[in-house]
């Protein structure tokens, strides 16, 4: 019975966490500071590399990206979340159709693959085709996540100037 309740709280637990992640996440946006435009340039460059099948580099190259394209670091180190458990599988599917469709190869995948260093193990021409087909595939996301975000900050910066 004990086993039992402690199964059922942990997932209870995972739930809230799950809810923790969303609020802390959309908290943390809140607090980004700077312009509109530099604080959605890091979280477009964010969500892009997100996309792509570059784990466990996701927030370097992130970084990365920012600095040199004049974006947020931090948004961008907060937009690879974007990237997760759940969402990860989709996009490794997704990148390895369209890599394979562009470069027009074909290969055995397996949803397992969770990382870059274990898609290298498929040979060069399959990962540079999945992070081809990432980068594809990152791109639409990459430019909504930029307007969405530019009009949230918009719109959180312009209610901190009229409380004041």
Not at 128 to 138: N, Y
């Amino acid at each position: 019975m004990k086993e039992a309740e402690q199964q059922h709280g942990s997932k209870k637990s995972g739930g809230l966490l799950q809810k923790y992640n969303i609020r802390e996440f959309f908290e943390r946006v809140k607090k980004l500071h700077g312009d509109p435009h530099y604080i959605a340039m890091g979280m477009a460059i964010g969500v892009f590399v997100g996309i792509t099948p570059t784990m466990p580099f996701h927030t370097v190259i992130a970084v990365l990206l920012a600095f040199i394209l004049r974006g947020s670091k931090a948004a961008a180190a907060l937009g690879v979340w974007f990237c997760n458990p759940l969402t990860a599988p989709f996009f490794y599917l997704g990148s390895y159709k369209a890599g394979m469709f562009i470069f027009g190869n074909s290969a055995p995948f397996d949803i397992k693959y969770e990382s870059v260093l274990e898609l290298i193990k498929l040979g060069m021409d399959v990962t540079m085709a999945m992070i081809a087909g990432g980068i594809i595939l990152g791109i639409l996301p990459g430019i909504g996540a930029y307007f969405i975000t530019r009009k949230i900050i918009t719109r959180i910066q312009l209610r901190k100037t009229a409380g004041r």
